[in-house]
């Protein structure tokens, strides 16, 4: 049985995959942001052997640390780490930049940094959600500054650790799941080309499979088509 840490497992296309990962016998440590949302505990009682639920904020370094050792406590191996976590800020001012960067960019990386010492004896696969967005060549937007400057960001951020971490075994898988009707602006999105259901299980079978190309770097899309970043 492999283990899996998924960030922002609360709902949306993060609570979807992790259904996937628990139905195909997986074991998911799945990071809760917050406590009051039912749908992760109701999974939860459906795979109570399978599944634990983790306390995390990945913008906050203690949480992320303290994530990592209660992950730790329950098991040696982690076989993925996929952060799915993301924030869609409100306002384009300093705030809403913060907080952009400290979720959107900072969070993988805190994650990557607090569990490498888990993933030495697992499969070192390190799933990252990532967006067109982040796609400096081909943006077009006039608008959703922080959104957009974060996740080229995150994409430069998984470039680095792809150019240090591959040497060392490890693969990555950088999803762009298209136009989803995701939580991110604080509320479930009303427009969007996808469900939450419909991205998740192209996102669960690019993360497990192994027939991928490994030494290059590739954001690939829902579609299967890949970006350049």
Known sequence: MEHVVITGADRGIGLALTENFLSNGYTVYAGQFMPDWP?????KNRYPEQMHIIPLNVGNDQSVKEAA???GSLTNRVDYLINCAGIFPKTEDAAGFSS???VNSLGPLRMVEAFLPLMQE???KLCT???ETGVISLMQRVKDFPYCVSKAALNMGMHMLFKKLRPEGYTFRLFHPGWVKT???GKKSTVGDFEPEEASPVAYRYFTSDDEIDD???LRDI???YWPF
């Open 69 to 71: 050792q209660f992950v």
């Open 100 to 102: 952009a960067f400290q």
């Open 39 to 43: 749908q992760l505990g109701e999974l």
């Open 216 to 218: 290059v770097l590739i």
């Open 223 to 225: 579609q299967g088509q």
């Open 183 to 185: 939580y991110m602006s």
């Open 129 to 131: 959600f990532s967006s």
């Open 122 to 124: 697992g499969k070192k």
